[in-house]
């Protein structure tokens, strides 16, 4: 492993925001995840604790590097030579191991760091999760760590481990008995959790290369764990469970990368609820929550998302033992008419596709069934216990049929003798196949036996239940859609903005408060190409009337002041003023309520607009994340907006098929396809609006909270889209 990890080419990323030396960064790491030597500092004699099983847990991987005991009480330690410290080897030291106090540990890192040494695992608990004393210790280890250009896996974590070489550093109460490696790479921030995952996906046959347990992630975060992971050709997945990001832009990274090496990230993002610490002004900011925010970056860099921590070693199990699908089409092979049901059942509220046999596959299996019909799910019945040779032959034609694109076997409650029978020709089919052959092996612990068999083969994914295996199936075929539909890079830029636009924005925004009145936000929009009604901003009743004569009634008539965002709540709409009575009605009603309001430095005003009809409503919007900056927001519009919460989300800059994808993901998919009789609308229209607002969010993202241009009104096709509502937020410290 170690040789090819140093051949490999590219940094990965920061040790920390102090050292932005990405040149040797990876040797460093390699330091640490592939030692070829380690030095076990506070090793004893004592077999029963961490420090005196470290050693033995070495050997008894076979670790190939050299070993060094650390301690001044002892001359020797489980047969080798024991040193008083680490500047007392007389040979290169890659990694340590401490098992110190924490207060011995900024002198002993130094020691490390005038050694030579390239990676710490400090295991030590105490430090920024305690309290500012702590933190303040571990402020000293990261600046001696990164001054020594020493990376740190922890503290306050269970270690790490590269089951390749045999390096153990990770401490943990029990583990699996077979600890050969696999081709994932686990990476958790939480240690227990990372331990319940290892253990599971053994259970499923599923060996991991490496673990790792980040702790407080001192100067080496998940992400750099998982980048270093990446370049091993082994490597087929790597699979993360995240508490947060400390540097989103170091995953962003990693994604990138996964995507060029085209090795898929599996991630469990824990902490799903929204930012308590949000006051939200817009519609936009209220339904960009936290997770949400992070689904729409991992969906748009094809990082797979799941939900469940078992459900990373499902997942994983389909990319270690299964080829890349040519498509979704799922076949079915069992020998209950129930579970057929069952599955025919769940594919179908998963959106998973069942397959049509072709006629040729039709034909090969007729004669091999008595009771049943040849379709797809393929229920054999009673074939299996008086014609056993069967089993085998109507799998394979299965695996042959044209329109099949991945094979589920399903193996339940059979005799002991039977089980031979029914596994042995499923191995042997995966041995040539180029099609996934998934299994799903249920009966409870009367057919464990079976299962155990199946996992310690470790050649074919195995399931306890079908909707655990659609479930891991959905996410492994996403993947490969989206890969296969990869687009090159944004070419949002190619939309002809004028070259005045961030000018007249900064203006607009310079003279404004927390929030830009409607009519300032839809001027700054404006500047970048966003289509608006037509309206002037009027102080007297005289020149609301000229105004809707001159745009021609019927129009619309607003109230705008200070601190009245939305303005439906607060009884500051009136729509179709058909007339000059409705008008002066109208204008008379709002004055009474904006009376004694400022919209800027001048009285509260009424905007008068022309009223426009039709079209389908969407809301389209930007939200300016804390992690990932300006993020787009675009979904089904109106009243009900939050009510009805049918949104997509992506981070900008957007793509192209970034908005048909969101598109698509909403029911304005539906809508503007014409909706029950209704005429289709200008779908390109809107995404020409998205795509200038993405633009205008990145140019101005260091000043805008959030936006919402709720609704925007998409006309039948080929007559365009056109805004009737704009609101712009200020970050709180730029008012």
């Known amino acids: 492993m170690a040789g090819n990890i140093q051949g490999a080419a590219g940094g990965v990323a920061r040790l920390s925001d102090e050292t932005n030396d990405k040149s040797d960064l990876f040797d460093r790491l390699t330091g640490l995840m592939a ?33 060094f005991p650390v301690n001044p009480k002892y001359d020797d330690l489980n047969g080798m030579r024991c040193y ?14 401490m098992f110190v106090p924490q207060r011995a540990l900024p002198d002993i890192l130094e020691e490390c760091g005038r050694k030579g040494v390239r990676g710490a695992v400090i295991l030590a608990s105490g430090f920024s ?61 939480s240690g227990q959790l990372l331990m319940v995952m290892l253990s599971r996906a053994h259970d499923q046959g599923v060996h991991m290369r490496y673990l790792v347990s980040t702790g407080n992630e001192l100067n080496v975060e998940a992400a750099d764990y998982a980048r270093w992971a990446l370049e091993d050709p082994e490597i087929k997945s790597v699979c993360l469970a995240l508490e947060g990001l400390r540097s989103p832009d170091r995953f962003l990274d990693l994604a990138k990368r996964a995507q060029e090496v085209e090795k898929p990230l599996v991630v469990l993002k824990l902490g799903r609820s929204q930012r308590a610490a949000r006051t939200a002004l817009a519609h936009t900011g209220k339904m960009a929550g936290a997770f949400r925010t992070y689904e729409a970056v991992f969906r748009q860099n094809n990082v797979i998302s799941v939900d469940d921590p078992l459900e990373l070693a499902d997942v994983a199990a389909l990319f270690e033992k299964c080829p890349a ?3 979704e089409r799922i076949s079915v092979v069992t020998f209950s008419g129930g579970w057929s049901g069952v599955m025919a059942d769940q594919s179908e509220a998963l959106g998973l596709p069942m397959a049509d046999f072709t006629e040729e596959t039709v034909e090969k299996l007729k004669p091999l069934l008595d009771f049943t019909p040849p379709v797809n799910p393929l229920d054999l019945s009673g074939n299996v216990n008086n014609h056993p040779e069967r089993w ?57 036996a079976g299962w155990d068999f199946l996992a310690a083969d470790k050649s074919l994914p ?35 903005i004028d070259g005045t636009a961030k000018e007249t924005v900064e203006r607009l925004l310079a003279q404004s408060g927390r929030s830009l009145s409607e009519y300032a936000a839809k001027e700054a929009l404006k500047s970048y190409g966003l289509p608006m009604v037509g309206e002037t901003l009027v102080r007297t009743e005289a020149d609301a009337l000229a105004v809707a004569r001159q745009i021609g009634f019927p129009v619309v008539m607003k109230g705008l002041a200070d601190g009245m965002e939305h303005k439906t709540e607060a009884g500051l709409v009136h729509l179709n003023l058909a007339d000059a009575d409705a008008v002066r009605a109208a204008f008379a009603d709002l004055s009474a309520k904006i009376d004694g309001y400022k919209l800027g430095d001048a009285p509260a005003a009424c905007l008068v607009q022309k009223m426009v009809k ?24 109106g009243i009900m907006t939050e009510l009805m919460n049918d949104v997509a989300l992506r981070r900008a800059p957007l793509s192209p098929a970034d908005v048909a994808e969101m598109i698509d993901e909403t029911r304005l998919n539906l809508l503007l396809k014409g909706y029950r009789g209704a005429e289709p609308a200008d779908r390109a229209a809107l995404e020409e609006a998205v795509l200038r607002l993405s633009a205008f969010a990145v140019a101005h993202a260091d000043s805008i909270e959030s936006i919402d241009i709720n609704p925007l009104l998409v006309l039948p096709e080929g007559e365009g889209c056109i805004a009737v509502d704009a609101l712009i937020i200020k970050p709180e410290n730029q008012e």
Request: proline share 5%.
């Open 35 to 67: 030692p070829r030597s380690v030095a076990v500092i506070g090793a004893s004699a004592n077999a029963q604790g961490w420090s005196g099983g470290a050693i033995p847990v070495l050997r008894r991987l076979g670790y190939s590097g050299k070993i």
């Open 84 to 97: 008083p410290s680490v500047s007392a080897i007389p040979e290169p030291v890659d990694a340590v191991l």
């Open 129 to 189: 999760e305690t309290g500012e004393e702590g933190k303040q210790l571990e402020d000293t280890l990261r600046e001696i760590a990164n001054r020594n250009k020493i990376a740190i896996c922890g503290p306050n974590c269970l270690g790490l481990a590269n089951l390749d070489s045999g390096f153990m550093g990770l401490t943990a109460a029990t583990f699996p008995e077979d600890m050969s490696a696999g081709h994932t790479a686990l990476i958790s921030q």
């Open 325 to 327: 699908p040519r498509g």
């Open 392 to 448: 085998g032959a109507s799998i394979e034609a299965v695996l042959a049929d044209e329109n099949t694109d991945i094979v589920v076997v399903f193996i339940h409650q059979v005799r002991e003798a039977w089980r031979g029978r029914l596994i042995g020709p499923v191995l042997e089919l995966a041995k040539t196949a180029d099609k996934p052959i998934v299994i799903v092996y249920d009966g409870g612990k009367i057919v464990e």
């Open 462 to 496: 195995i399931y306890r239940g079908s909707q655990q295996m659609l479930k891991a199936l959905k996410r492994f075929v996403e993947y490969h859609r989206r890969k296969a539909g990869a687009q090159g890079d944004n070419d949002g830029n190619l939309l002809d």
């Open 614 to 637: 039709g079209g389908v409503e969407a809301i389209v919007g930007m939200q300016n994340d804390p992690d990932f900056g300006p993020m787009i927001l675009l979904g089904v519009g």
